[in-house]
């Protein structure tokens, strides 16, 4: 996993999110409990 050291441009809305990665929100927090996806600041 990549890690980021620059901050953000800016942050996105779940909605926005899951239009451009084309997952479901389910599968979003799935993924960031199995550490697999960014978790929300």
């Known amino acids: ?3 980021f050291t ?3 441009e800016r942050l996105l809305k779940l909605a926005e999110v899951t239009r451009r990665v084309g997952l479901g929100k389910s ?3 799935r993924l960031i409990v199995q550490g ?3 978790a929300p600041l």
């Open 6 to 8: 620059d901050p953000p």
């Open 27 to 29: 599968m979003i927090y």
């Open 36 to 38: 697999r996806f960014s």
């Open 1 to 3: 996993m990549a890690e």
